[in-house]
T-cell receptor, first 118, second 113 residues
Framework: GAVVSQHPSRVICKSGTSVKIECRSL??????MFWYRQFPKQSLMLMAT?????????EQGVEKDKFLINHASLTLSTLTVTSAHPEDSSFYIC??????????????FGEGSRLTVL | GENVEQHPSTLSVQEGDSAVIKCTYS??????FPWYKQELGKRPQLIID?????GEKKDQRIAVTLNKTAKHFSLHITETQPEDSAVYFC????????????FGTGTRLTIIP
């Protein structure tokens, strides 16, 4: 299947700093990528839809100035958690659909990034 | 927007027995229903999916049924094995293009040897 890679897998930062997480589709182009957040033992909550060449679409309740998303190319989307605070500590995971001809449109996930804010 | 509910939240079954997880959705326009398996510390992976023009789909020990009228769909795992232990998520979306997926709350399945 298609490969989505995410980096870093773990990051620890001090409160007030910003953290950037990268999501890459390695073997296919993705005009759209999805960023999810997952708390321990909880579901995948969609934060935003990242659109190549245009602004991201944020879900209700997600602060766009807090979680900056940039989709600069067809294979890369970044999520920047600005001025991180302990309550931002979570597992962030990106995903993209492989829509190449003949494929089912399955949603593939990156490895996830565990953010811990001290 | 779409709302997906999933039950039960935890499920324990004896090895060899069957497991059933159920989901309901709210958006009648949804027509794509995948199931994902997430092992501890790993990324979710698709195990089976179904589209609204099909009522049932089977892949070896795994099957999914869909009742579009009642807006619910279920995952059935037969002859369970220890490696089936994981968290399972159902999801729904309007189509399989670039529409967003809304996930259920997850079911932690434990297979008892």
């Amino acid at each position: 299947g298609a490969v989505v890679s995410q980096h870093p897998s773990r990051v620890i930062c001090k409160s007030g700093t910003s953290v950037k997480i990268e999501c890459r589709s390695l073997d296919f182009q993705a005009t759209t990528m999805f960023w999810y957040r997952q708390f321990p033992k909880q579901s995948l909550m969609l934060m935003a839809t990242s659109n190549e060449g245009s602004k991201a679409t944020y879900e209700q309740g997600v602060e766009k100035d807090k979680f900056l998303i940039n989709h600069a190319s067809l294979t890369l989307s970044t999520l920047t958690v600005t001025s991180a605070h302990p309550e931002d500590s979570s597992f962030y995971i990106c995903s993209a659909r492989d829509l190449r001809t003949g494929n089912t449109g399955e949603l593939f996930f990156g490895e996830g990034s565990r953010l811990t804010v001290l | 927007g779409e709302n997906v509910e999933q039950h039960p939240s935890t499920l324990s079954v004896q090895e060899g027995d069957s497991a059933v997880i159920k989901c309901t959705y709210s958006d009648s326009a949804s027509n794509y229903f995948p199931w994902y398996k997430q092992e501890l510390g790993k990324r979710p992976q698709l195990i089976i999916d179904i589209r609204s023009n099909v009522g049932e789909k089977k892949d070896q020990r795994i099957a999914v049924t869909l009742n579009k009228t009642a807006k619910h769909f279920s995952l059935h795992i037969t002859e369970t094995q220890p490696e089936d232990s994981a968290v399972y998520f159902c999801a729904a979306s309007r189509d399989f293009g670039n529409e967003k997926l809304t996930f259920g709350t997850g079911t932690r399945l434990t297979i008892i040897p």
